[in-house]
């Protein structure tokens, strides 16, 4: 089994609404990353979060991270197509390691 | 500023060929990881360097597989005798770090090698 699951693995919206895609880990976290990716053009960096509580936005991306249940959302509002793509979840098995495992990616479609 | 570049963007190669992918980090960051993305496997770690330390090679598949990073900089990863499971697309990143701090990965395109 992954040791990062995300759910849902594809998610298909309309143009403005909100959606959460989620990240839950079966080990300790150190440190949880969220990526996007679109064909040809590798991984770009969203969000790093590292403790428990924390949350961060990027424009109309919040991310947070529930230390305690290993868990990690990210909630897109008023989606874009823009928006589409993969999303992937990342994370740090021991403190400074960065040899990061990944979830298997949730592809989000926005429909106009 | 320019990011993670890799080298070729598409790769195909018959098998039983040796193939050399190029990774060039962003200039500064010492830290430099392979990754690999396969429909089948997701993406994984393959192979992290920091600095003049040894390599961590935990997550290389297989002896064919090999990296190197000249300089603290540019690295090449073959493989060597290419088998038609070693298709995906291999990732690099480079960051700061690491230490006691936790810094982001920056990845390039990747290389999309195709063994046929």
């Known amino acids: 089994s992954q040791e990062l699951e995300q759910s849902p693995q594809s998610l298909i919206v309309q143009e403005g609404k909100n959606l959460t895609i989620n990240c839950t880990s079966s080990k300790t976290l150190y440190g949880l990353y969220w990526y996007k990716q679109k064909y040809g053009e590798g991984l770009i960096f969203l969000m790093m979060l590292q403790k428990g509580g924390e949350e961060k936005s990027h424009e109309k991306i919040t991310a947070k991270l529930d230390e305690k249940k290993q868990q990690s959302s990210l909630h897109i509002t008023a989606s874009q197509p823009s928006h589409a793509g993969i999303y992937l979840c990342g994370a740090d098995r021991a403190r400074g390691a960065q040899k990061l495992v990944f979830g298997q990616g949730t592809r989000l479609t926005i429909n106009p | 500023g320019a990011g993670v570049s890799q080298s070729p963007s598409n790769k195909v190669t018959e098998k039983g060929k040796d193939v050399e992918l190029r990774c060039d980090p962003i200039s500064g960051h010492t830290a430099l990881y392979w990754y690999r993305q396969s429909l089948g496997q997701g993406l994984e770690f393959l192979i992290y360097?920091?600095?003049?330390?040894?390599?961590?090679k935990s997550g290389l598949p297989s002896d064919r597989f090999s990296a190197e990073r000249t300089g603290g900089s540019v690295s090449t990863l073959t493989i060597q005798r290419t088998q038609q499971e070693d298709s995906a697309v291999y990732l690099c990143?480079?960051?700061?770090?690491?230490?006691?701090?936790?810094?982001?990965?920056?990845f390039g395109p990747g290389t999309r090698l195709t063994v046929t």
């Open positions: 360097f920091q600095g003049n330390s040894a390599p961590d």
């Open positions: 990143a480079s960051s700061l770090g690491p230490g006691l701090a936790t810094y982001e990965q920056y």
